[in-house]
């Protein structure tokens, strides 16, 4: 069964404190990793799709990097509007088209 | 660009009553998916469609859920008869088919069952 886990479960930060955000995950043959963004009220939004260890991705400050066992969400210099839910979530490669996602993490960020 | 359009987006009633939602995918999208959201379980998927045939319906919690796509632009969750355990914010998804093709959600219905 596909198991993702999501650390922490919140992090407030300062504008432009950087940080990561974690996700951690067990999967038989991973077929994509994705990272959504999700604000209260609404649907997830996707940002990232990595297939393989060692791919990385970026859209404006935030940049997905995968390995065998995780996936970081790194965020540089964040701004208020970054505040949101992000959201992991793996696909198996016995799991046709299935998403198994984490808990999210809840992120703040302070003016 | 339409993006997947649900409806309705609350929906309050009572337990014992049918409930339905409705959902529209993204026009060229050929797999569709409901998930349920909730503070304690998070995002759980209860059923995909490919091509308009149901895929895989083992998330559905129980008989009382059933869902449908008649057509390739249109799609359905039912609860019948409703449970106040089935308040919840229920999503749908859209993707092209292939495995690992992202999904894009709707802004979902809030149903709350009293």
């Known amino acids: 069964e596909d198991q993702v886990t999501q650390s922490p479960e919140a992090l407030r930060l300062q504008e432009g404190e950087s940080s990561s955000l974690n996700c951690s995950y067990t999967?038989?043959?991973?077929?994509?990793l994705f990272w959504y963004r999700q604000d209260p009220g609404k649907g997830p939004e996707f940002l990232f799709t990595l297939y393989s260890a060692g791919e990385e991705k970026e859209k404006e400050r935030l940049k997905a990097t995968l390995t065998k066992k995780e996936s970081f969400l790194h965020i540089t210099a964040p701004k208020p509007e970054d505040s949101a839910t992000y959201l992991c979530a793996v696909q198996g490669g016995t799991s046709y088209g299935k998403l198994t996602f984490g808990q999210g993490t809840i992120l703040t960020v302070h003016p | 660009d339409a993006g997947v359009i649900q409806s309705p987006r609350h929906e309050v009633t009572e337990m014992g009553q049918e409930v339905t939602l409705r959902c529209k995918p993204i026009s060229g999208h050929n797999s569709l998916f409901w998930y349920r959201q909730t503070m304690m379980r998070g995002l759980e998927l209860l059923i995909y469609f490919n091509n308009n045939v149901p895929i895989d319906d083992s998330g559905m919690p129980e008989d009382r859920f059933s869902a449908k796509m008649p057509n390739a632009s249109f799609s359905t969750l039912k609860i019948q008869p409703s449970e106040p355990r089935d308040s919840a914010v229920y999503f749908c998804a859209s993707s092209f088919s292939g495995g690992n093709q992202p999904q894009h959600f709707g802004d979902g219905t809030r149903l709350s069952i009293l």
């Open positions: 999967v038989s043959g991973l077929r994509g």
